[in-house]
């Protein structure tokens, strides 16, 4: 049975006004074409086939025209203007489906184009339990604390994960914290938005797919991998 049939109704929010300015790619790396596709059409049509509606898409406000290109013409999405920094683009995309009834949200970066619908699934079944929910993956490197340049000492992997999006938040819960906590604006993303106003946030499976395209060598991975004794000398 599809999975993602049996979810309760979602909204969505693609965080799409931020410059691109470590990927370089001429223009703001949502808006590059990767895969046949602009990036920002792709994490759009993933969320749209995942069954979100509506789906808000905070474009930069001097780039709305280009924003509505790339989304083309779905009823179901809508472009409105994202802020200065990540987290103003979320909160006005909250204010912006406030009133409308919607009860989940998913909160995601267009720049990882690659999202599957089972974690989605994923995602909006743990809300059931909990106002948040975050996907994560373990850490399979060591880690050191570097904070003067050098070792300074190390830190525990086993406690450590890294965390990606889409992020799931029961909506009510997610647009107070983000309206009770000043330090909203700088922080790092919408669970610790939602953290720090002393909301549950669970854990669920991410995946290496859902990475975000950063630097300029991400818009590269069509290129043949270099192995030692590839066989391409
Ligand atoms: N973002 C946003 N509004 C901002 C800044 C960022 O909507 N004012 C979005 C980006 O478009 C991206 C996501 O937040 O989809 C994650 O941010 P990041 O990867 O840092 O993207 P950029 O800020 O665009 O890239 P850079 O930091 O390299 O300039
Ligand atoms: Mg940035």
Request: hydrophobic content about 45%; overall charge negative; charged content about 25%.
């Amino acid at each position: 049975m599809d999975e993602a049939a049996a979810l309760p109704p979602f909204a969505a929010i693609v965080v799409a006004a931020g410059k691109g300015e470590r990927a370089r790619q001429g223009v703001p790396k949502q808006f590059a074409f990767w895969r046949g596709k602009p990036v920002l059409r792709h994490s759009v049509d993933a969320l749209v086939e995942s069954g979100a509606n509506p789906v808000i898409v905070a474009a930069p406000s001097d780039m709305q025209g280009e924003a509505h290109a790339a989304v083309g013409d779905n009823p179901r999405v809508e472009v409105v203007a994202g802020g200065a920094t990540r987290q103003a683009s979320v909160r006005h995309s909250l204010d912006v489906l406030a009133g409308r009834g919607c009860e989940r949200v998913l909160i995601h970066d267009a720049a990882r184009p690659e999202l599957m619908r089972d974690v989605v699934a994923r995602l909006i079944k743990a809300l059931e339990t909990t106002a948040g929910a975050i996907p994560v993956l373990p850490v399979v490197d060591s880690l050191v604390i570097a904070s003067s340049g050098a070792m300074d000492g190390k830190a525990e992997r086993e406690a450590i994960r890294r965390v990606q999006t889409p992020q799931a938040f029961r909506f009510s819960a997610i647009h107070a914290a983000h309206h009770a906590w000043e330090g909203a604006a700088n922080a790092g993303d919408d669970a610790q938005v939602l953290h720090a106003a002393g909301g549950s946030v669970a854990l669920v499976d991410g995946d290496e797919r859902l990475r975000k395209l950063t630097f300029a060598e991400d818009f590269m991975d069509d290129l043949p991998p270099m192995r030692i004794g590839s066989g391409y000398d």
